[in-house]
């Protein structure tokens, strides 16, 4: 089993940056491959990233390619996303979630593991 608390949300103007954090629970957290998904109102669950269980390799949604950056600290259990050059369309709770098979899926439907989700508002 796997806890999950994302936090580092906020309210941003256009073309800033925040990072969000999700911090996990247990002691097998680099055999899980993390990513990150956002939910605007009356939208989908949309991917935005994801990242391997030893961090070598990633993958992110044509929306913010160049712009996120995903990371981990396998030591502290934290899996990051950098969000640079902000955009309002970027506004979303973002959810933080993992597999339990290791691979990096871009459907939410093959993660195992979601956080409660913490809230980017983002204005123009």
């Known amino acids: 089993q796997v806890q999950l608390v994302e936090s580092g949300g906020g309210l941003v103007q256009a073309g800033g940056s925040l990072r969000l954090s999700c911090a996990a629970s247990?002691?097998?957290?680099?055999?899980?491959?993390m990513g990150w998904f956002r939910q605007a109102p009356g939208k989908e669950r949309e991917f935005v990233a994801a990242?391997?269980?030893?961090?070598?390799?990633?993958y992110y949604a044509d929306s913010v390619k160049g712009r996120f950056i995903i990371s981990r600290d396998n030591a502290k259990n934290t899996v990051y996303l950098q969000m640079n050059s902000l955009k309002p369309e970027d506004t979303a709770s973002y959810y933080c979630?993992?597999?339990?098979?290791?691979?990096?899926?871009?459907?939410?439907?093959?993660?195992?593991?979601w956080g409660q989700g913490t809230q980017v508002n983002v204005s123009s």
């Open positions: 979630a993992a597999n339990g098979a290791n691979s990096i899926f871009t459907v939410s439907q093959r993660y195992d593991y």
């Open positions: 990242i391997s269980g030893g961090g070598g390799s990633t």
């Open positions: 247990g002691r097998t957290f680099s055999r899980h491959a």
